[in-house]
């Protein structure tokens, strides 16, 4: 079982940036963030297997970078130009193996860190 930890979220202005941190227990394969907005559903944000492979929601993309640091067992979501439409409860997910950007994929979720975006 591997636990996940964020930090990070806040209250933001508009074009702002913000960085998330996630820290893992033990050793995953791929590591995702996603988010959700009050009354919708939870999206995927941003995904990292191995080493540096990355896949981006198009809402995200040339925004946001997702890093890992294997040796550390921690990721980070570096957040810029943060919009309105950003706001919502970041989560980071884990798994043990090669995952989509498809929650269902995913073992391990931590708790979740609000991000909120004022206009």
């Known amino acids: 079982q591997v636990q996940l930890a964020e930090s990070g979220g806040g209250l933001v202005q508009a074009g702002g940036s913000l960085r998330l941190s996630c820290a893992a227990s033990g050793r995953t394969f791929t590591t995702a963030w996603f988010r959700q907005a009050p009354g919708k559903e939870r999206e995927f944000v941003a995904l990292?297997?191995?080493?540096?492979?990355?896949y981006y929601a198009d809402s995200v993309k040339g925004r946001f970078t997702i890093s890992r640091d294997n040796a550390k067992n921690t990721m980070s979501l570096q957040m810029n130009s943060l919009k309105p439409d950003d706001t919502a409860v970041y989560y980071c997910a884990a798994a043990p193996s090669y995952s989509r950007p498809n929650a269902r994929d995913y073992n391990y979720w931590g708790q979740g860190t609000r991000v909120t975006v004022s206009s």
């Open positions: 990292i297997r191995g080493v540096a492979s990355t």
